[in-house]
């Protein structure tokens, strides 16, 4: 899983310099006709400022960068006023949100919320970061990080009984000086 992962320092550190070099990224929205800052863009204070009130945009580009490194999918919501202007993000637990396609492969959002109910959300109002490959780098090494874990266990175990092994090697017979 990706908190069993995260117990992995190398893991952890890589999961880390990755995602907080993209939230240390200058994001901006640009005008398409001139490829200038578009200030005045509702979505520019989203991306360059806070995502909302609680969060800033680093922090945020950092955490969804994170869920898609450690679980595939990274999710924000993106919560529009009533004339359709984004307002903020919030970001969606990965594990609560699963990706539907309609006949012409356009994606919608269910997500389950906590009192049980579900809620779908359109392609338009959803942020979605995925990894290279669309798969978790996590779920791609899954075999290497079980294998550390699993190093990490026995050494701790073999340091526990003082670094000394727990067994004695015999020789049926008498060794000479050279063959000791």
Same mark, same amino acid.
């Given at each position: 899983?990706?908190?069993?992962?995260?117990?992995?320092?190398?893991? $952890?550190?890589?999961?880390?310099? /990755?995602?907080?070099?993209?939230?240390?990224?200058?994001?901006?929205?640009?005008?398409?006709?001139?490829?200038?800052?578009?200030?005045?863009?509702?979505?520019?204070? !989203?991306?360059?400022?806070?995502?909302?009130?609680?969060?800033?945009?680093?922090?945020?580009?950092?955490?969804?960068?994170?869920?898609?490194?450690?679980?595939?999918?990274?999710?924000?919501?993106?919560?529009?006023?009533?004339?359709?202007?984004?307002?903020?993000?919030?970001?969606?637990?990965?594990?609560?949100?699963?990706?539907?396609?309609?006949?012409?492969?356009?994606?919608?959002?269910?997500? $389950?919320?906590?009192?049980?109910?579900?809620?779908? !959300?359109?392609?338009?109002?959803? !942020?979605? /970061?995925?990894?290279?490959?669309?798969?978790?780098?996590?779920?791609?090494? $899954?075999?290497?990080?079980?294998?550390? /874990?699993?190093?990490?266990?026995?050494?701790?175990?073999?340091?526990?009984?003082?670094?000394?092994?727990?067994?004695? /090697?015999?020789?049926?017979?008498?060794?000479?000086?050279?063959?000791?």
């Amino acid at each position: 899983s990706a908190a069993t992962a995260m117990r992995v320092p190398a893991v $952890r550190r890589a999961v880390s310099l /990755i995602s907080e070099s993209v939230a240390t990224l200058p994001f901006k929205v640009y005008r398409h006709e001139d490829r200038e800052a578009a200030k005045d863009h509702p979505a520019f204070a !989203l991306v360059h400022d806070h995502a909302n009130d609680w969060t800033s945009a680093e922090a945020f580009r950092e955490t969804l960068t994170a869920d898609a490194l450690l679980r595939g999918h990274g999710f924000a919501q993106i919560a529009r006023n009533a004339e359709g202007r984004p307002v903020f993000m919030l970001r969606m637990d990965p594990g609560a949100v699963s990706i539907e396609h309609d006949d012409f492969g356009e994606p919608s959002y269910r997500i $389950r919320l906590k009192d049980g109910g579900e809620h779908v !959300l359109p392609f338009g109002d959803v !942020l979605h /970061i995925q990894p290279l490959g669309g798969v978790s780098p996590i779920t791609l090494a $899954r075999e290497a990080i079980g294998l550390a /874990i699993a190093a990490e266990a026995h050494m701790s175990g073999f340091f526990a009984n003082g670094g000394r092994p727990s067994g004695v /090697i015999q020789h049926p017979g008498k060794l000479d000086a050279e063959a000791q």
